[in-house]
């Protein structure tokens, strides 16, 4: 899906003189330096990440339940800290990024979460514009963008219903126009197809295709080897506290390097997922 409209209507109001770092075009998107993260020290869960992912890319970041990749996720948006080690993104050092600058960040990021996070009785326009009202944008521009995210996830025409009524595939579509909605350098994508059914998680995968196909880069997160077959691209394994690329794709990958794979949801350990979240506009403002 190819976004309509004149590509400069779908700017954010931050590009306007509040870019990252200028000199940063030039260096990988994302660095993860030496990284350690444990939520109980005797059970650490990063333990010496080391990943670089260029600018464009589109990764999947694969591993066990429990691996960690929820974690390596959100120390992105810095929803967590390292406990050593350095994140760069776009040459800056998320840990050493000001409370003033952690906003700028995550208007740079772009989450999907495998539950939506949507509020159901709020429309489908409302659960997308949220991502725009907290920069007290124009509400004329809000519109325009928000219509233009619609038509991108395929929904459009459909604003004005309540996002409980739609199917979770289209759910899922909205929170990705949530996502998209203010042209983040970085969409991070969450287990996004973990509630679907596999036809649809397919759908769905070939939406982040298309987000990517426009420059944006993708890292999607899932444990779902069906997906990775669909195209070849860069998989990377998180496994041990480890990030190690997997040589040539899938198709070339040594057993052990995705050992446990398919497992079923009973053995997942994430937080995420075992503990429902109540979901304040907060929360979403925060990944938006
Ligand atoms: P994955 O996304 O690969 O399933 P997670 O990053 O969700 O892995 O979890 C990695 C490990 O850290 C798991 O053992 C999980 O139980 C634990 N964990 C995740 N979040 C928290 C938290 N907020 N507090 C304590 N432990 C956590």
């Known amino acids: 899906m190819v976004p309509t409209g004149h590509p400069s209507s779908f700017r954010p109001a931050w590009r306007r003189g509040q870019k990252f770092d200028a000199s940063a075009s030039n260096r990988p998107i994302l660095v993860f330096e030496n990284v350690y993260k444990a939520y109980r020290a005797d059970q650490p869960v990063l333990r010496g990440t080391n990943l670089t992912i260029e600018r464009g890319d589109f990764v999947f970041i694969t591993g066990p339940s429990g691996a960690g990749k929820s974690t390596l996720l959100r120390l992105l948006y810095r929803a967590e800290t390292v406990d050593d080690g350095r994140i760069l993104f776009l040459g800056r050092d998320i840990a050493r990024l000001t409370d003033n600058s ?3 960040l995550r208007r740079n990021i772009g989450v999907v979460f495998q539950d939506f996070k949507l509020v159901p009785k709020w429309t489908v326009f409302d659960n997308v514009a949220i991502a725009l009202e907290v920069l007290a944008l124009p509400s004329r ?3 325009t963008r928000v219509g233009e995210a619609l038509e991108r996830v395929g929904l459009s025409g459909r ?3 309540r996002a409980a ?4 595939g289209e759910q899922q ?6 996502a998209i909605v203010g042209e983040p350098a970085l969409i991070l994508a969450d287990e996004p197809t973990g509630n679907l059914d596999p036809l649809l998680a397919t759908d769905i995968l070939g939406l982040f295709e298309e987000i990517h196909a426009t420059g944006t880069t993708v890292l999607f997160a899932t444990h779902d080897r069906t997906l990775l077959d669909v195209r070849p691209r860069r998989v990377v394994v998180l496994d041990e506290g480890k990030a ?5 794709g899938l198709g070339m990958a040594e057993e052990d390097d995705l050992d446990n794979f398919g497992e079923s949801d009973e053995d997942n350990t994430s937080i995420d997922n075992e503990t429902p979240r109540v979901v304040t506009p907060t929360d ?5």
């Open 102 to 104: 952690v906003p700028m």
């Open 141 to 143: 521009i809000i519109h």
């Open 159 to 161: 604003g004005s219903d």
């Open 165 to 168: 009524v739609l199917s979770g």
């Open 173 to 178: 579509r909205v929170a990705v126009a949530r």
């Open 244 to 248: 190690t690329d997997v040589p040539h």
């Open 284 to 288: 979403r403002l925060a990944v938006a």
